[in-house]
């Protein structure tokens, strides 16, 4: 049997079916109401050594992927049928194999109709978070969503959910799914959703196919996407109180990040099934093409992970761009719709060889969409150095707000905050407040906190280091985690322990007081202390940090060089600065001069990373030759970067990107040919496609044409 080869995807979701019957009778639901009907031949629920032996082969592939972590979502029928003790037996046993080898990550999908707090308590014993099929206010959800005898399912539903708000319940709540039905007016729907405060809202296609196309009773062009936009409009109105998956992913995509749903996009397909009988299956939504469309023939008493990931149906949803159809590859929103969920392709015709029966909804939704969230205005951040500095910090003050509200209950932080205010109202610490929030690793702490937990201690310690950079007399405490405070700009201080730790500021230094230390020593901030270690500067007119020491300089696509002995970066360094003055002894005042420069390993060259603009990654062995030859090029791309995450250049998605990165490349590397084929390509684009700072942005590129290679 052939099994995956070591660089393949890896799965990294199971579906699990623990219950194959359902309380309602959802007359668009995809397992009893379409084409496969196999599950009447499916056991009732799942037998305790289906799990068993499912949570073994899960493990074993969790640790030959050397996976971190993986996520089982407890589905059916529906689940809740199984009972609370079923359910608890069910999780113990995933949780008792697979936690010593990975994170796992519980779900469960449910109708919610009979979900009491027995079953709460099980899933709070486990941390199973909770989602909820309800498509919207009565009348939206009763269309389709009626129980066996015909009845509304809407109170019960609203009644799981408010059972799931409760305070000991409320971190369970996964959000809600809703099946979209054009019949139902948007805005109602959405209304009654957000009413109900989920912390996630799913908007899902019907499933169909060629063969059984969606419903359409207006007989619209674009009926989904019409409908979808109108709820997109009042989400952005409110505010967007809470994540929308179709939307954020969209977004995401739009700019160059991840799909957020296997619904779009081109990311490969991590997902498997195991039904009732412990067999495996396919993507279940293939139930809607044909019968025995899911099928794999492969059960979990005699197969693998590894096995089943090597079936022809898995690899063909991992092939990205090249697995789909002529229409596709072509489409110009490709990178965002992916062709759609995979089964939506389906005709009997040709198989999944096609675009989505949705095609003409999901380019016009990712087309308008990105319509609604372009900035067409100018950005002063295109016209100068000094513009852009002042839209980067902008930007670094609106994170640091974000921030802010995750880290407002904390009473130690609450001083900071206050601290920072001040600062910051005050016309004569202002720019010192500036100063420190400018340091481009800043930039790192503030996007990953926002992406995992808030680092309380980071930011006391920005504060700290913002007051000490405007001279004020104060004094800061907090819990440190390790051994190694940072004070960004300034340097590193090595505590005696890990723990709460309480400093004194002054204008030319600190004292840390510590629990094993109550006293402390006075540090002056441009000396070498036994425990103080200072950030070195080039000694070079307006020369950047080496900074050798943030934690949070980890942010290159290679590895940073650890600690240096004193001098040695820096000497090679100012020797490359000299290069650079005297080639260029009229310094030009639009050329990108790093502010901070880290050391990476050896080879790497010169690089960017994910931080904010002005920081530079060098690796510790460049030559004084390669970093002035390769400076000029390296800075066009970090203006380029800067721009792009302050100001809107194009309509997001648009081959406009990837046109202007050619022409950036191109004169970086004054290589005629491919500067001018972009520069023309840019030019023949619709009027559209570049916003005003895009079309300012190109034009100056013109004007850098013609200075390296002279009039035609």
């Not at 109709?113 to 989602?131: A, I, K, P, Q, Y």
């Not at 670094?396 to 802010?404: E, G, T």
């Not at 103080?532 to 070079?540: A, N």
Request: charged residues 25%.
């Amino acid at each position: 049997m052939t099994s995956t080869a070591p660089d393949d995807p890896p799965l990294r979701q199971l579906v699990l079916k623990i219950h194959s019957r359902c309380d309602l009778l959802c007359d668009h639901c995809y397992v009893y109401q379409h084409a496969d009907q196999s599950w009447q031949s499916r056991p009732t629920f799942i037998r305790p050594e289906t799990v068993r032996a499912v949570a073994a082969r899960l493990a074993d592939h969790a640790a030959s992927r050397a996976l971190d972590s993986v996520s089982v979502i407890l589905h059916g029928g529906e689940p809740l049928l199984v009972g609370p003790a079923r359910l608890r037996d069910i999780c113990a046993e995933l949780t008792r194999t697979l936690a010593p080898v990975a994170a796992l990550d519980l779900r469960m999908h449910t109708n919610a109709v009979t979900l009491n707090r027995r079953h709460l308590d099980v899933c709070r014993e486990f941390g199973v978070r909770v989602s909820v099929s309800l498509d919207g206010d009565r009348a939206a959800n009763d269309r389709h969503r009626l129980d066996r005898r015909g009845r509304s399912s809407y109170d019960r539903v609203v009644r799981g959910i408010r059972l799931l708000q409760e305070p000991e319940y409320r971190h369970l709540f996964g959000g809600v799914l809703c099946t979209v039905d054009v019949s139902n007016d948007p805005i109602a729907v959405h209304d009654a959703l957000t009413e109900l405060a989920p912390p996630r809202i799913d908007y899902l296609l019907p499933h169909s196919t060629w063969d059984s196309p969606p419903p359409n009773p207006s007989q619209a062009s674009t009926p989904y996407a019409d409908w979808l936009l109108a709820v997109f409009d009042r989400w952005q109105q409110q505010g967007r109180p809470m994540p929308v998956r179709t939307f954020d992913s969209v977004l995401s995509t739009l700019r160059g990040g991840p799909p957020l749903t296997e619904a779009l996009g081109l990311a490969p397909s991590d997902l498997a099934v195991i039904e009732t009988d412990g067999s495996f299956e396919q993507a279940d939504w293939l139930k809607t093409a044909y019968a025995g469309a899911p099928e794999t023939g492969y059960d979990v008493f005699r197969h693998g992970f590894a096995e089943f990931a090597a079936h022809p149906g898995v690899k063909a949803r991992q092939e990205g761009v090249d697995g789909l159809s002529g229409t596709c590859r072509a489409c110009p929103v490709v990178r965002s719709c992916g062709g759609g969920l995979y089964g939506h392709r389906y005709a009997s015709r040709n198989a999944f060889d096609n675009p989505s029966v949705f095609c003409a909804d999901l380019r016009l939704l990712i087309e308008g969409i990105a319509e609604r969230v372009t900035d067409r205005s100018l950005s002063p951040a295109v016209l100068g150095p000094a513009q852009l500095g002042w839209a980067q910090l902008e930007l670094d003050r609106m994170l640091l707000r974000r921030v802010q509200e995750h880290l407002a209950p904390d009473p130690d932080w609450a001083v900071a905050w206050q601290l920072l205010l001040a600062l910051d109202d005050a016309p004569d610490t202002a720019g010192h407040l500036d100063d420190v929030l400018a340091h481009p690793y800043v930039r790192t702490s503030l996007q990953r906190s926002l992406r995992g937990p808030a680092d309380r201690a980071r930011f006391m310690s920005l504060a700290a280091a913002a007051a000490l950079r405007a001279g004020l007399r104060t004094t800061l405490s907090w819990e440190q985690p390790d051994n190694r405070m940072y004070l960004p700009s300034w340097g590193s201080y090595r505590l005696r322990a890990p723990g709460r730790v309480e400093i004194d500021i002054a204008p030319d230094g600190f004292r840390v007081r510590e629990e094993r230390e109550p006293k402390g020593d006075w540090i002056l901030l441009e000396e070498d202390a036994d425990r103080w270690r200072p950030l070195d500067r080039l000694l070079v007119p307006d020369g950047p940090l080496v900074d050798d020491a943030d934690p949070y300089r980890d942010c290159y696509p290679v590895p940073v060089a650890p600690g240096l002995k004193r001098g040695d970066f820096a000497e090679r360094l100012a020797r490359a600065y000299e290069l650079l003055e005297k080639d260029a002894p009229e310094r030009d005042p639009e050329v990108f001069r790093p502010t901070v420069l880290t050391p990476l390993e050896a080879g790497s060259g010169l690089v960017l990373g994910a931080h904010g603009f002005g920081a530079l990654g060098v690796a510790v062995d460049v030559t004084p030759e390669d970093f002035a030859r390769e400076l000029p090029r390296i800075g066009r791309r970090a203006r380029l970067t800067a721009l792009r995450e302050t100001a809107d250049l194009h309509r997001p998605g648009s081959a406009a990107g990837a046109i202007l990165d050619r022409a950036d490349e191109g004169l970086g590397r004054e290589a005629y040919t491919e500067a001018t084929q972009a520069l023309t390509a840019l030019s023949l684009l619709p009027e559209s496609e570049l916003t005003e700072t895009g079309a300012v942005l190109a034009a100056q590129m013109w004007t850098q044409w013609l200075t390296i290679f002279g009039t035609p």
